[in-house]
């Protein structure tokens, strides 16, 4: 049983940046493949990206590609997003997952093993 915490959400006026990060226990991290999604109010949660088990290969949402970077650190058992040129539309609970799959799918579903509780992210314009 994995188990996820988020953590880094917060308020920030647009162009801003900010960094979120996952802690698992409880389980190996290295046996999943980690992503980021995003739930906004009155829409359904969204992929914004993943990366696999040892950080070999990265997706991203179009929206946020070119300005959200994920990553990990295995020896830590964290996954990070670091979020560039916020605006407001990336509003949103963020959530971490943890899939024993790659995230297949343009874009992948919303579907994971193991899911965090979220953090918001609010930006202002």
């Known amino acids: 049983q994995l188990h996820l915490v988020e953590s880094g959400g917060g308020s920030v006026q647009a162009g801003g940046s900010l960094s979120l990060s996952c802690e698992a226990s409880g389980g190996t991290f290295t046996s999943f493949n980690m992503g980021w999604f995003r739930q906004a109010p009155g829409k359904e949660r969204e992929f914004v990206a993943c990366i696999a088990r040892h950080g070999g290969s990265t997706l991203y949402s179009d929206s946020v590609k070119g300005r959200f970077t994920i990553s990990r650190d295995n020896a830590k058992n964290t996954l990070y997003l670091q979020m560039n040129s916020l605006k407001p539309e990336d509003t949103a609970v963020y959530y971490c997952?943890?899939?024993?799959?790659?995230?297949?799918?343009?874009?992948?579903?919303?579907?994971?093993?193991?899911w965090g509780q979220g953090t918001q992210v609010t930006v202002s314009s």
């Open positions: 997952a943890a899939r024993t799959s790659w995230f297949w799918g343009l874009p992948p579903p919303n579907e994971a093993d193991y």
